[in-house]
């Protein structure tokens, strides 16, 4: 029985930060590709970050320099640091296991202007 559990998003000002965490059982966390996705209404969801098993990242051109993805094994969880939040930044984000694809249930962020 897999969970992926987000937390951490809410209301925030444009230029605002905001810190995401996902908590995850029932895999053996350091195996596998963690991502972030997220979905705008209207939108495709789409992939804002990723970081492999040896600690290697990916970003998206729309949240480099400003989003920080980092895991810890040992606590089962991977973050989402969002510096210089955007009013386009609004959507709701989920976290992936790559293994097994499987997601969490989303945390909603919203950024005022």
């Known amino acids: 029985q897999v969970h992926l559990v987000e937390s951490g998003g809410g209301l925030v000002q444009a230029g605002g930060s905001l810190r995401l965490s996902c908590a995850a059982s029932?895999?053996?966390?350091?195996?596998?590709?963690m991502d972030w996705y997220r979905q705008a209404p209207g939108k495709q969801r789409e992939l804002v970050a990723q970081?492999?098993?040896?600690?290697?990242?990916f970003y998206a051109d729309s949240v480099k320099g400003r989003f920080t993805i980092s895991r810890d094994n040992a606590k089962n969880t991977v973050y989402l640091q969002m510096n210089s939040l955007k009013p386009e930044d609004t959507a709701v984000y989920y976290c992936?296991?790559?293994?097994?694809?499987?997601w969490g249930q989303g945390t909603q962020v919203t950024v005022s202007s």
């Open positions: 029932g895999i053996i966390f350091s195996f596998t590709v």
């Open positions: 970081i492999a098993n040896d600690g290697s990242t």
């Open positions: 992936k296991a790559e293994l097994g694809n499987h």
